[in-house]
């Protein structure tokens, strides 16, 4: 199937039925809303109720996240994987009318974060001041005592350490100072001088870099200490107070989510209503809808509505959006498409192209049929158990296709956990057991799966050149198509046997066939790559331009596929490592304990290594060795009006019957 042909829709019905005929349209999710450019028709400006739904779900999100910080829901593994909450819709428009009282508790909840947050500020400023004061709590006078009716006194620090005596000797007579406290970097002073040595004493401290202190509470420094702890009591008191009322308010949880997602649908809802175009008693809506849906969504809406609806093909010029639809093989890649980019107008859909060398590949990467195994029986699990998005179930079915393919990989290498069953035959029963490969084993043969490697690389890549080779086709350019394409074949096929005589021993006639091969696919290169080209050494030149290009762009892809080899290899070594740990010890009670415990830790790091590795490996392979042979890329997803919801769903959400 691939791409989905589009439709054009013109939708014309009575103004007061705008809102519920967008709601429909919302549940279906099968029309894409243009903007109104007629001038003729009236626009609607629904900017400031846009506004207040969004400042209403960006309260109500807040007040979601806030529950979650001090309440957080308990999740098990099923809620990981279960879908949205359904619910009816008359449901729906129950809840709804509960939302002004849903918002006050919202409020509240903020309410009582912002409580939170003032008191832990005013915490923190206490607790910096009592780390001030803690170097002065030796002090028997307030900090801001300036003295007696016949004393002055100054209260401050030096930036450095010095006793009483070394100070005093520097100060004038009648002088006393005291250490309060001190360190390397600084000592804290209380200087007592009579009234007629102060002013001088005041010059003597300002060239020593004394500093006095500002404080102005008449309290001594134990008071305030003890006053500040007291306010910090207070304050915690009351965060504490404050994280009780939002974890009752955390009741409110699911009305919450309700809420987020009702403002979100509402939001979605007028501004699409700003697309459209009125006139004193209609309104008319334009837009695209895949052409399966089209007389479905017709007959249903103007059997409830007085509405008119046509449709028509997309002009050449016209910006059609991009919607996939593909078999239950090629369907759970289709993300893997949309993460390069959406196929453009004149784009195949890669998806169904590359399924099968994608599942391929991903398995000969892994190649451990153990693997394989738990992610079958883990993926099968949920898909069977949960209400899964359509997403999430997509990428699940991907990785147990992924998993049937290791399977196969890795029974034909024999891997099995690694090499498990000949080490427990060998280690607890006595038995050597010999390989259990199908085919064979890598670790013996890896030329052998090196070549297999370049075999699969150059299958995949003409796949690609046989895809443009239609494209071209399809175009009426017949001979561009045999030019771009036969020559690219023939060097391939004939470099091929050539090459794999470097490895192994190829029969003469194959070498033979690839140097006729070879030298036709040059020749034919040369002679037509630069055809474009209105003279005869830019044609020339051209071609062996274009020559140099395919030499070494192909070689290197082919390369590229050594890594099919590197990564099925690491993760049966690794394997293997990881059962000799397993097995070190003589004591064959120690040793199996020591087994299971290695081989369930060790074999699940190196499964999610190798799992992120075969993924990410895979996706190359697709997007720069078979992409680049015939897909652009680049054109718009179709972007429905739809229950854009995170929390809930309708249960007839999306059904078009």
């Not at 099923?78 to 006050?104: Q, S």
């Not at 064959?588 to 999610?608: E, P, Q, S």
């Not at 890329?633 to 309708?650: D, M, Q």
């Amino acid at each position: 199937m691939a791409k989905l042909k589009m439709k054009k829709i013109e939708l014309i019905a009575m103004l007061t039925d705008s809102k519920k005929i967008i709601e429909l349209l919302q549940r279906r999710g099968v029309v894409e809303i243009s903007q109104n450019t007629d001038e003729e028709l009236e626009n609607t400006n629904v900017t400031a109720v846009v506004g207040e739904f969004e400042k209403f779900r960006n309260t109500a999100a807040q007040a979601l996240e806030i529950i979650d910080t001090y309440a957080p829901e308990k999740a098990g593994l099923a809620d990981l994987f279960n879908g949205k909450t359904e619910v009816e819709k008359h449901e729906f428009g129950k809840e709804a009318m509960k939302m002004e009282k849903i918002m006050a508790a919202a409020n509240e909840i903020i309410k009582n974060q912002r409580s939170i947050n003032d008191a832990s500020s005013a915490i923190s400023q206490l607790e910096i001041k009592c780390d001030m004061l803690d170097r002065w709590l030796p002090l028997d006078v307030p900090l801001n005592f300036k003295g007696t009716s016949s004393t002055s006194a100054y209260i401050g620090t030096l930036p450095y350490q010095i006793t009483a005596e070394e100070l005093e000797e520097q100060l004038p007579e009648n002088c006393s100072a005291e250490v309060v406290s001190g360190s390397k970097e600084q000592t804290n002073l209380f200087i007592l001088c009579s009234k007629q040595s102060y002013d001088e004493a005041g010059d003597i401290l300002r060239k020593l870099t004394f500093v006095s202190l500002s404080e102005k509470d008449p309290k001594k420094p134990s008071e305030l200490y003890d006053t500040y702890n007291q306010n910090i009591k207070s304050h915690e008191d009351e965060m504490e107070k404050a994280r009780e009322n939002i974890e009752k308010l955390a009741a409110n949880r699911k009305q919450l989510q309700f809420v987020v997602d009702y403002l979100q649908m509402r939001k979605e809802k007028y501004d699409a209503l700003s697309g459209l175009g009125f006139t004193e008693t209609t309104f008319i809506l334009t837009g695209y809808i895949p052409e399966k849906y089209s007389e479905q969504l017709k007959k249903e809406i103007e059997d409830k509505y007085t509405a008119s609806i046509t449709f028509t093909d997309p002009d050449e010029d016209d910006d059609v959006p991009v919607l996939l639809e593909n078999s239950i093989f090629s369907s759970p890649v289709e993300g893997i498409t949309k993460m390069y980019a959406m196929p453009a107008k004149g784009d195949v859909d890669p998806t169904p192209v590359m399924s099968f060398f994608y599942y391929l590949f991903f398995g000969m990467m892994l190649s451990d049929a153990g693997y394989g195994l738990l992610m079958i029986i883990g993926t099968t699990l949920a898909l069977k158990k949960f209400k899964l998005e359509t997403s999430m179930k997509k990428t699940l079915t991907m990785f147990r296709n992924c998993g049937i393919s290791t399977v196969f990989w890795g029974a034909l290498f024999g891997s099995w956990f690694g090499d498990i069953v000949q080490v427990v035959a060998r280690q607890f029963f006595g038995k050597e057991i010999g390989s259990i490969a199908i085919w064979f084993e890598p670790l013996t043969d890896p030329v052998k799966l090196l070549l297999v490697s370049f075999g699969l690389g150059i299958l995949h890549l003409f796949l690609g050149v046989a895809v443009a080779f239609k494209m071209t086709w399809d175009t009426g350019k017949k001979l561009d198509a045999i030019f771009d394409a036969l020559p690219i074949y023939l060097i391939v096929l004939g470099v091929a046997p050539i090459g794999a005589g470097m490895f192994i021993s190829v029969p003469s006639v194959l070498k033979t066939t690839g140097i006729y091969m070879l030298i036709a696919g040059v020749a034919i290169l040369v002679l037509t790559a630069g055809r474009t080209s209105k003279s005869v050494f830019g044609k020339f030149f051209g071609g062996l331009y274009a020559l140099y290009n395919t030499a070494t762009g192909y070689l290197g892809d082919i390369l590229s596929y050594s890594r099919l080899l590197a990564l099925g290899l690491a993760t049966g070594s690794i394997a293997s490592v990881i059962n000799l740990i397993g097995t070190m010890p003589e004591n064959k009670i120690i040793k199996l304990i020591l087994l299971i415990i290695v081989f369930i830790v060790g074999h699940t790091a190196n499964l999610a290594i190798n799992l992120l590795g075969a993924y990410v490996h895979t996706d190359r392979l697709q997007f720069v060795e078979l992409f680049s042979k015939f897909y652009t890329g680049g054109g718009r997803e179709f972007a429905p009006l739809t229950v854009n919801t995170k929390y809930i769903k309708f249960k007839e959400e999306n059904k078009n019957d």
